[in-house]
């Protein structure tokens, strides 16, 4: 996943443009049957229009002698995202309007956009801009962009499961480089996708989104809103994955959906340091999944969450901040949380008083001190799969993670002792 992240980083992403299908082409040679779909400049989406198309091929900052002193070719984050066309001599008076940068983080870029106003301007460290200061004469200032109608990119893949009820994967891809805040979701998500693909017996339809953020989720629901709200037991949201902090995630509206449920069961059992956001603290796409008149069951899911840690929309989230480790525990954590989904029914022993568990293999048949702790796990479950609870409930009540519950599920399942609603 790293290496792809690698290739995937320099490219100029924005919400729309070339980068955004320069990004999805190159997810889609790692998943060939991801769709790439388009909706045109100009369509209402809601209460919103889906912007121009801006595309840019180069931008700097140069001082009298033609020395580039802001460079876009060494960081696409040096321009503010959506910048206008530009080709102008300034003061350092007169360009001060233009420079954008963070004095409490004197060596990183900050990421700057302006999607919805027109302007231009370029992101600078704030020691670049101390240096500055002291040339004398103009700066000559170039923006070569372009912002024309055109279309919003995104990429779909759906994969069918023997229901048609749907679990949501959705993540972005709509920021320049930065390694945790745009890269580790779609890098975990397409890898996602590739292990789904190869689950056997895949009980859940999974919907994957590859999307713009804010206006890419608004224009996708849109189109979808009622099929999703049909269909949709769980969603997650995909974003900043890629650190080795621990784990967070941002609830749902209400703190109350299957999706809360079953990620504070994981990673109580798993990652027990975990923090845990109110939706008050939202900032991704959960904002618009969770939106009145949407209601979808929608969380975040992140590492160090987005806007909490120091390099967040910054040239510092780079990959000193992002580790294969780090992309391989979220996905990890994804697999946990989705063969919990898989297998989580309400279960119900089909006899009387407990089954005589030896004859089946199920018990060891010799009895003495200690010998029960083996199968605790076992009896407790069938103590409580009386057709009331679900495995996450289960879980909960006799402290065992699903991980050790799904192979007890099997075997009782094998052995006729259980039966789900389904089956009932």
Known sequence: ????????????????????????????EEYQELQLCEIPSGTKVFDWTVPKEWNIKDAYIENDDGSKIVDF??????????????????????LQPYLYSLPEQPDAIPYVTSYYKERSGFCITENQRREMSKIKGKFHCVV??????????????ILPGETDKEILLSTYICHPSMVNNELSGPVVTIELAKWLKSLENRHYTYRILFIPETIGSIAYLSLHKDELKDKMVAGFVLSCVGDERTYSYVESRYGDTLTDKVIQNVLKFHYPDYKKYSFLQRGSDERQYNAPGIDLPVCSICRSKYGEYPEYHTSLDNFDLVTENGLQGTL???????????HNRKYKITCFCEPQLGKRGLYPTVSRKGSSNSVRALTNFIAYADGRNDLIDISNMIAEPIDDLIPIVKNLMKAGL???????
């Open 1 to 28: 996943m790293i290496e792809l992240a690698r290739r995937l980083y320099p490219i100029c992403r924005s919400i729309t443009g070339k980068g955004v299908r320069d990004t999805l082409h190159m997810l889609k």
């Open 73 to 94: 070719q060494q960081n696409n984050l040096h321009v503010v995202g959506y910048s206008l066309s530009m080709n102008v001599y300034l003061t350092w008076e007169e």
């Open 144 to 157: 070569d962009s372009t912002l024309e109608d055109g279309v919003l990119n995104y990429g779909e893949i």
């Open 332 to 342: 990890s954590l994804m697999k946990k949380i989705i063969l919990a989904l898989e």
């Open 418 to 424: 259980i039966e789900t609603e389904e089956d009932a």
